[in-house]
């Protein structure tokens, strides 16, 4: 098993910036890849970034590309989500995933384990 935490949500104005983390417990961090999800209110999760369990492999979706950066740090087992120049249309609960593939990273299926989530709130 493996627990997943996730922190540092909140309510930021358009323009802004949070930085989200993911604190993993349990089996070996190292071995999974991260993935990041968000689900607005009326809508599906939706995949944001992932990275592989090497972190040579990082994804991110094309609404989120140039403005959001994924890292992880195997040695605190904490995967990050940087997320700057935040609009309106990132409000969402955010979630940490941990998946043992190592292909289809952008899909949920692919992974194991889940976070709480997190909510995300920008205001215009």
């Known amino acids: 098993q493996v627990q997943l935490v996730e922190s540092g949500g909140g309510l930021v104005q358009a323009g802004g910036s949070l930085r989200l983390s993911c604190a993993a417990s349990g089996r070996t961090f190292s071995n999974y890849a991260m993935g990041w999800f968000r689900q607005a209110p009326g809508k599906e999760r939706e995949f944001v970034t992932a990275i592989s369990w090497s972190g040579g492999l990082i994804y991110y979706a094309d609404s989120v590309k140039g403005r959001f950066t994924i890292s992880r740090d195997d040695a605190k087992n904490t995967v990050y989500l940087q997320m700057n120049s935040l609009k309106p249309e990132d409000t969402a609960v955010y979630y940490c995933?941990?998946?043992?593939?190592?292909?289809?990273?952008?899909?949920?299926?692919?992974?194991?384990?889940w976070g709480q989530g997190t909510q995300v709130t920008v205001s215009s």
């Open positions: 995933a941990a998946g043992a593939s190592t292909s289809r990273l952008r899909y949920a299926p692919s992974y194991n384990y």
